[in-house]
């Protein structure tokens, strides 16, 4: 039986924070399958960013594999949502301490020596 060489396993890119069209590219460029269980439309997705992905960047996968990755984070998944404008708004006036003013810097509290 003759010896043959195995096929080399691929690693997995990093595409979260990528958007759907760089992702794509990044993966064939690897010679991996992307599918997205969260866009049936996942072909025409050019401009939404990857928020997810299985398998995680690094691991070794064979060729031709398919990456799954997901454009939103799901109910209860992080998507800490729009967090401004704050309410009730910050004092304004610079910091403000949150003790009285101390009088003499040099006197000694309670040591009565002066």
Do not use: K
């Amino acid at each position: 039986m003759p010896i043959t060489p195995e096929t080399p396993e691929v690693r997995v890119p990093h595409l979260v924070g990528l958007m759907a069209v760089d992702a794509r590219e990044t993966a064939r460029a690897r010679g991996l399958f992307l599918n997205a269980p969260d866009r049936p439309d996942f072909h025409r997705t050019v401009v939404d960013y990857v928020v997810r992905q299985y398998p995680q960047p690094g691991a070794e996968v064979p060729p031709d594999s398919m990456v799954y990755v997901w454009f939103d984070f799901g109910g209860g998944e992080g998507g800490g949502g729009v967090r401004e404008p704050r309410v009730p708004r910050p004092p304004t006036g610079g910091l403000r301490r949150e003790l009285e003013q101390p009088g003499d810097p040099c006197a000694v509290a309670g040591s009565g020596f002066f």
